[in-house]
């Protein structure tokens, strides 16, 4: 299927995380242009420093919104694109993705020996961020986890950074993508029944 044809929330969450990028590059250059020039000035003191953090983060946010949004109503929307797999099944890959459940584990329930909840906050984060990309190293497969390939297509693979974000919509569009196979089960032996 076509970008085009797809709703305005998918092609935002399509977009939005390299438009942010490439507005993060911009502003990188301009910072080390405005430090070329003027040595002496310090550009996170100026006055227009505040308002372009915000044009950089905007489409970023926007982009982590509309791709929530965008798993949860349309969690098959990847079966519609056509790409090549992620990962071969290589053993390596398989050891590498045990390696990071077991770094995960430990990561998440070290946080919890940290004292500032700062501390705590970034160390299950890193956790769960590890466990979900073991998970994903040891066991996605596109065709059988539909969610997750759509997750990724959004996202353009970078998402697995972001993944303890997405983990309440994943766990929603696959609900919904389970309630709509059902769905179609159902009407197909309805059908059958009234022939």
């Known amino acids: 299927m076509k970008l ?6 998918y092609r935002l969450a399509i977009w939005g995380i390299p438009a942010s990028l490439l507005l993060r590059v911009l502003v990188w ?7 070329i020039v003027e040595p002496a000035v310090d550009v996170t003191q ?18 982590l919104i509309a791709g929530n949004i965008t798993v949860i109503c349309y969690p098959d929307s990847s079966l519609d694109i056509e790409l090549p797999p992620m990962l071969s099944d290589s053993i390596i890959w398989k050891l590498i993705g045990c390696v990071f ?11 919890f020996g ?3 909840p700062a501390e705590i906050a970034i160390g299950i984060y890193l956790g769960l961020t ?7 190293l040891l066991i996605y497969k596109r065709e059988k986890n539909v969610v997750i390939a759509t997750f990724l297509d959004i996202t353009h693979k970078v998402g697995i950074v972001l993944i303890p974000f997405y ?19 159902l009407k197909q032996t309805l059908r059958q029944q009234d022939r």
Request: charged share 10%.
């Open 114 to 116: 940290f004292e500032s």
């Open 46 to 63: 100026q006055v227009w420093f505040l308002p372009l953090l915000v044009v950089i983060w905007a489409p970023a946010l926007a982009a």
């Open 101 to 111: 459940v077991f770094v995960g584990l430990c990561l998440s329930l070290a946080a």
């Open 4 to 9: 085009n044809y797809m709703p305005f929330v």
């Open 167 to 185: 983990i309440p919509a994943l766990i929603l569009g696959a609900w919904k993508l389970r309630y709509m196979r059902s769905v179609e089960e």
């Open 29 to 35: 250059v301009l910072v080390q242009i405005v430090a």
């Open 130 to 136: 590890f466990l979900c990309n073991g998970y994903l």
